[in-house]
C-alpha cells in the first residue's frame, strides 16, 4: 500500500486548495459558481478569526487531496460538532484509501475536541460517494431538507 499522509494546510498551501475546489467543482457540474480567490481563502483559513480549517492528504510526499471543514453546534448535544464542507480526492489516487484517512483525520478532531457529531452533505446522483460514506458507517438523514438563502435572495432578506 502506498504511504498516505495528512496534515494542516499551510497559507502557502491555498492556491492548491483553490486549484482542488476547482476540480471539486467541475466534478459536481459547478464549476461556474466558484467565485472566490485566494485571498477569500487566506482570510478564511489564516486570517485575524479563521472561520475554517484545511487538511491537505499526500500519496508518497504527492499532494492529492483536501478536506475543508469547521464547527457547527447541536443544541439537542450541547456540543459543537464537525461540519465537513467538501471531501476530495484527485481521480488518479482513488481507491488508494485517502478519503477514508481524511475522514478518519477528521474523526479523530472531532473526538480529541470532544464534538459530539461529524456532519456533511452529498449530491443526490453522487452515488460512489453516497455508497463510500455508508461504507464508513454514515447515516444518510433522509428526513432532513436543507434551505439556502444566497445572492440576492439572501440581500432582499436582509432588509
Do not use: C
Amino acid at each position: 500500500m502506498p504511504r498516505i499522509s495528512v496534515r494542516p494546510a499551510t497559507p502557502a498551501d491555498v492556491p492548491l486548495i483553490l486549484t482542488f475546489i476547482r476540480e471539486l467543482a467541475a466534478y459536481e457540474k459547478l464549476a461556474h459558481q466558484v467565485v472566490a480567490g485566494e485571498e477569500d481563502f487566506q482570510t478564511a483559513l489564516f486570517g485575524e478569526r479563521p472561520t475554517v480549517e484545511a487538511v491537505i492528504a499526500s500519496v508518497e510526499g504527492e499532494p492529492v487531496g483536501y478536506a475543508l471543514f469547521f464547527p457547527n453546534f447541536s443544541t439537542f448535544l450541547g456540543k459543537p460538532g464537525l461540519y465537513l464542507e467538501d471531501l476530495y480526492v484527485r481521480p488518479a489516487a482513488r481507491g488508494l484509501g485517502v478519503g477514508r484517512e481524511l475522514l478518519t483525520h477528521l474523526a479523530r478532531l472531532a473526538v480529541e475536541r470532544g464534538w459530539g457529531r461529524f456532519e456533511w452533505a452529498v449530491l443526490d446522483w453522487n452515488e460512489p460517494s453516497i455508497a463510500f460514506y455508508k461504507r464508513m458507517g454514515a447515516t444518510a438523514m433522509d428526513e432532513w431538507t436543507t434551505f439556502r438563502l444566497t445572492g440576492e435572495a439572501l440581500k432582499k432578506l436582509a432588509l
